[in-house]
């Protein structure tokens, strides 16, 4: 019963690149959602997204920043042109079903991003 | 909009103690949701509970429990005989049901040491 997946668990990138974080949702779970947690503060949200659709990207900064969850794999989250401001932790949690329901979001070990 | 307070930054009791994180919240929903997440020192977020706003009813679950009372907004989290593996920074957060559906507001996490 494998949990949220997330990887790379840790990725460096210089100033400029372009940084790809995947996430797997629990099986079952069709509804994914992304949150960055930066050093020493809470997380905040980004992106909702469930199957080919985003459905609350209010989160997400306006440029450079882009979320998928294709209809086959797992959701990427892009940011292109990486600056240092964007190391952080990035969390993908999932849940069952969507916001009628307002079911539990279980999280994923994060990715810890690192701009040189 | 909704908040959640955490006034607790860093909480250091010795082994054994009892431990109380306190969690106040802001929301014009008339149906939220309110969760505890404990981060430990390896970084993943790991869910403790889950309470809906028609549920004052306190919660135990072994060394944990919840206190949650609608007229002072707070949803508090107490630990009994801590222990060192309790170590661990703790997240409140809230989700309504309407307003931002499906969307966590994490409180800025109580850093909560167990010394042996």
């Known amino acids: 019963n494998a949990g949220v997946m997330q990887n790379p668990r840790h990725l460096v990138r210089r100033r400029g690149q372009e940084a790809r974080l995947r996430c797997s949702p629990m099986?079952?779970?069709?509804?994914v959602y992304w949150y960055r947690q930066l050093p020493e503060e809470g997380l905040k949200f980004m992106v909702y997204l469930q199957k080919e659709n985003i459905i609350d990207e209010s989160g997400m900064p306006k440029e450079r920043f882009s979320a998928e969850f294709p209809k086959e794999g797992p959701s990427i989250l892009r940011i292109q042109q990486v600056v240092r401001g964007d190391s952080a932790a990035y969390f993908c949690?999932?849940?069952?079903?969507?916001?009628?329901?307002?079911?539990?979001?279980?999280f994923g070990p994060g990715t810890r991003l690192l701009v040189l | 909009a909704q908040k959640v307070t955490q006034a607790q930054t860093e909480i250091s009791v010795v082994e054994k103690e009892d431990v109380t994180l306190d969690c106040v919240y802001e929301?014009?929903?008339?149906?939220?949701?309110l969760f505890w997440y404990k981060q430990p020192p390896s970084g993943e977020l790991v869910f403790l509970i889950r309470r809906n706003s028609f549920d004052e009813q306190n919660e135990i679950s072994g060394r944990y429990s919840w206190n949650f009372q609608k007229s002072t907004s707070s949803f508090n989290f107490t630990i009994t005989a801590s222990q060192v593996v309790d170590s661990a920074v703790y997240f409140c957060a809230l989700s309504g049901l309407i307003q931002g559906a499906q969307k966590l507001v994490f409180g800025q996490g109580t850093r909560l040491t167990i010394n042996p």
């Open positions: 099986k079952g779970h069709s509804h």
């Open positions: 929301t014009r929903d008339t149906t939220y949701y």
């Open positions: 949690a999932s849940s069952y079903s969507g916001a009628e329901y307002q079911e539990t979001q279980y």
